[in-house]
């Protein structure tokens, strides 16, 4: 139990270096790949996550979609790539292969979907390589480049205003 809280702060303090140290780097690239993270516990249709991907015209190879989850047994056999806090160590390591293969790619966006102020989820935000962050508003904004303030269940909202701002900001292409 003690561990676990020694863990937690070794993890807050390597999230909060990793945010310090973050630089915002600007780039007139066009969305060509998409990493998404969500969390299975909030919402579970990842079918939509797909329809957005399409929407803002990236193909279906080049979108990659996982999904974290606070328990490790039920959402096992429910989602392909799903993570839980297991896959998590001290000072921010990741144990897992596919999950750090994720954070070490680096995508055009990151779309972070999720509500919960999660540790791990901040975690995989902040570590990850891609060049923009998308999200939708959570306690803070150094997470996320383009923050557009919707609650979890106006998906369409969050797709409509995502389509007009990454339009606005010549980030999609014309096919």
Request: proline share 1%; hydrophobic share 40%; net charge neutral.
């Amino acid at each position: 139990m003690i561990l676990k809280g020694f863990k937690e702060k070794s993890n807050k303090k390597y999230l909060n270096k990793l945010l310090l140290e973050r630089q915002v780097q600007v780039a007139d690239s066009k969305i060509e790949s998409l990493g998404i993270i969500f969390n299975i516990d909030e919402i579970d249709d990842f079918e939509r996550f797909r329809e957005l991907a399409e929407y803002i015209k990236v193909r279906p190879n080049r979108v990659k979609i996982i999904a974290f989850s606070q328990s490790e047994k039920e959402m096992q056999h429910t989602w392909d790539v799903c993570y839980n806090p297991k896959d998590f160590g001290w000072k921010g390591a990741i144990k897992n292969a596919e999950l750090q293969t994720f954070l070490n790619t680096k995508f055009d966006a990151l779309i972070s979907f999720y509500d919960k102020d999660l540790l791990e989820l901040q975690l995989i935000t902040a570590i990850s390589q891609a060049q923009f962050k998308i999200g939708i508003l959570q306690s803070d904004e150094r997470f996320n480049d383009l923050i557009i303030k919707t609650k979890l269940e106006e998906f369409d909202v969050f797709k409509e205003e995502l389509f007009k701002y990454l339009t606005i900001l010549n980030k999609i292409k014309n096919e």
